[in-house]
């Protein structure tokens, strides 16, 4: 695994790389001072720890994120470390996991570190599964984790996903079994992978496609529980 840290303090780099290496985790950790550095690198990382000067961190992050979107690579963990608390806003847009604060204490690290590497096995175990589908006579094969989701109509199944869309003959309850934790049935005719939700309100989720589905109301505390629960365990903006 390899971990770019972005500081322009490089006490705060041998600081960061430091903690790391106290997990006893296996991983090449790499320093950069500028924006500039960081972005010449040609390494793919898993892990992002970028400090926030002004926005431009939030500047390195977006160009991280429509650059794995061009290259169609995984997208790396991002966790700001900075002396401010009010760049949240902007740390969701990008999908910031994390928001450590400075000075760093030692134990919120470890235990931010490790829901990081945590959320890294899960990603890597969704992107192994897969649903094998009949298509035109022809057997497909569909990732978790290229899915948005799945819809019923008009007594077809269509999976919503980042190749394109997919009608098949099927039942969205077993769909519902098939597919595991990290979807959820929130309306009787959606099942939303939880990865790809951007936002939501209380009868409403936006994806990352781009792509707005109903929350029926019976189902809103339910969604909530099973989102944090999910979000608790990576992908959600926390501040430290």
């Not at 995984?74 to 608390?85: C, E, K």
């Not at 984790?145 to 980042?162: L, P, Q, V």
């Not at 936006?206 to 099973?226: H, M, P, R, T, W």
Request: aromatic share 14%; net charge positive.
């Amino acid at each position: 695994m390899n971990i770019a840290i972005c500081d322009s303090d490089e006490k705060i780099c041998e600081n960061i790389s430091n903690l790391i290496r106290t997990e006893n985790f296996p991983a090449k950790i790499f320093t950069f001072t500028s924006k500039e550095k960081i972005l010449q690198s040609k390494e793919n990382f898993s892990i992002y720890f970028l400090d926030i000067k002004g926005v431009e961190g939030l500047e390195i992050a977006k160009i991280l994120r429509r650059r794995e979107k061009i290259l169609q690579t995984s997208p790396g963990i991002l966790i700001f470390v900075t002396g401010y608390d009010d760049f949240m806003a902007e740390a969701f847009d990008v999908h910031a996991f994390h928001y450590l604060l400075k000075p760093i204490d030692a134990k919120k690290f470890s235990q931010v570190f490790n829901r990081a590497v945590e959320e890294i096995k899960n990603f890597q175990t969704q992107a192994e599964k897969f649903l094998l589908i009949k298509v035109d006579g022809m057997n497909k094969k569909i990732f978790l984790r290229d899915i948005f989701f799945i819809e019923s109509a008009n007594k077809k199944i269509i999976i919503r996903t980042a190749e394109g869309n997919f009608e098949i003959y099927g039942k969205m309850d077993a769909f519902e079994i098939a597919l595991g934790k990290d979807f959820f049935r929130c309306h009787r005719f959606f099942i939303v992978n939880l990865a790809k939700i951007s936002a939501y309100n209380s009868n409403t989720i936006f994806l990352e496609s781009g792509d707005k589905i109903f929350i029926s109301q019976k189902k809103y505390a339910e969604f909530v529980k099973n989102f944090l629960t999910y979000a608790q365990s990576g992908g959600a903006v926390n501040v430290c």
